[in-house]
């Protein structure tokens, strides 16, 4: 990205988080911010404490209209974070298509749509697109089939892009893997939950945001200026093979 060192700073550059008001976004943004960028987060709502070094600007991403006026009123932008997603538990049998169809149009058709709306901008500087993936778009994801879906489109829509785009926008994915956030007990229950699914991860424990911001600066930045259409993944290890438990060799043989 014109304007940045190997070290990941950011001064005087534009930076745009997506759904970066809390959990993983505003770790992505809080990192952008500390390399000394001027980071814009948008979303419905705006954070429930300010973000230090951060501008809020409301806007729902699956409007279009108002996200490509959003980008408009920008006077540069230097990189985008696709990070605005989610989805609740729900099997596919227990709801119909079309509410499946808005976990879809926000993890996947709103990402395309933010990127559309700043290509223009993003090319005038030679500038970075980072998209925030999930494992679950590698692997099935009962509970979350649409979410894991659409986490498998954006992953093949930014290599397209890359493809597309380039030698103007490089484009990339951060494909995550479980992260600590303030949501993580409605996930996985209290301290003794959360610290027995992170035993199940190789390194031991959950990602923080601050560790998926400080993989998204590195991606945006000139110490990855021949990296584009990659997949990062940032997950400590991913996860153990069931087989290996299920497995009854003496392990002492």
């Not at 049998?93 to 559309?116: C, K, M, Q």
Request: glycine residues 12%; charged residues 20%; contains cysteine.
């Amino acid at each position: 990205m014109d304007g940045t060192d190997p070290n990941g700073r950011t001064s005087g550059r534009t930076v745009v988080v997506t759904g970066g008001t809390r959990g993983v976004g505003a770790g992505i943004a809080k990192a952008f911010a500390r390399t000394g960028a001027r980071v814009v987060v948008c979303a419905r709502r705006p954070p429930e404490a300010p973000l230090e070094g951060c501008e809020f600007v409301p806007v729902d991403l699956r409007d279009a209209a108002a996200v490509h006026e959003m980008f408009a009123r920008l006077d540069r932008v230097d990189v985008l974070v696709n990070n605005a997603g989610g989805t609740p538990y729900r099997l596919l049998g227990e709801s119909d298509a079309e509410r499946h169809a808005r976990v879809i149009e926000l993890n996947l058709t709103a990402p395309l749509t933010a990127s559309l709306a700043a290509r223009e901008q993003l090319a005038a500087v030679r500038g970075s697109i980072v998209m925030i993936g999930s494992v679950s778009g590698t692997r099935p994801s009962p509970g979350t089939a649409a979410y894991g879906a659409a986490k498998a489109g954006l992953d093949n829509l930014a290599r397209t892009m890359a493809v597309e785009w380039a030698p103007q926008i490089r484009v990339n994915t951060l494909v995550l893997g479980m992260v600590r956030t303030e949501l993580s007990a409605l996930h996985y229950g209290d301290e003794d939950g959360i610290a027995a699914v992170g035993a199940t991860v190789p390194l031991g424990r959950l990602a923080e945001p601050r560790e998926i911001g400080e993989a998204a600066v590195f991606l945006a930045s000139d110490a990855a200026s021949y990296i584009t259409g990659s997949s990062l993944l940032v997950h400590g290890g991913g996860e153990r093979p069931a087989f290996l438990d299920a497995a009854t060799v003496n392990k002492e043989a």
